[in-house]
């Protein structure tokens, strides 16, 4: 995956402690035949899948505090705009 690791990195920290063994007859069969880079099949062969899926999450549009008389609990409601619409996620305490 080369420099998108970083962004698979940033979106699951906790990978960069998983062991991926050794990985030097790999790196041996992509030099042999030289394979090109992560980046030139993102571009050439999957060049929709940054629009649908970035590699960067999109910033949050509105964060805040959603509370209703009720039911007494609070929702913690973010909202984020992706490149092809919005998307809401919800954290509930009760």
Not at 9 to 36: E, M, V, W
Request: with cysteine; hydrophobic share 30%; charged share 25%.
């Amino acid at each position: 995956m080369d420099e998108y690791k970083e962004y698979l990195y940033q979106r699951r920290p906790h990978y960069r402690n998983i062991d991926p063994g050794d990985l030097t007859a790999q790196f041996a069969i992509r030099k042999k035949h030289s394979c090109k880079p992560f980046s030139w099949f993102i571009k050439e062969v999957a060049f929709d899948l940054p629009k649908k899926y970035p590699p960067v999450e999109p910033p949050l549009t509105a964060e805040g505090e959603v509370t209703t008389t009720a039911l007494h609990f609070i929702n913690v409601l973010q909202v984020a705009r992706c490149h092809s619409g919005y998307y809401t996620r919800f954290t509930s305490e009760l």
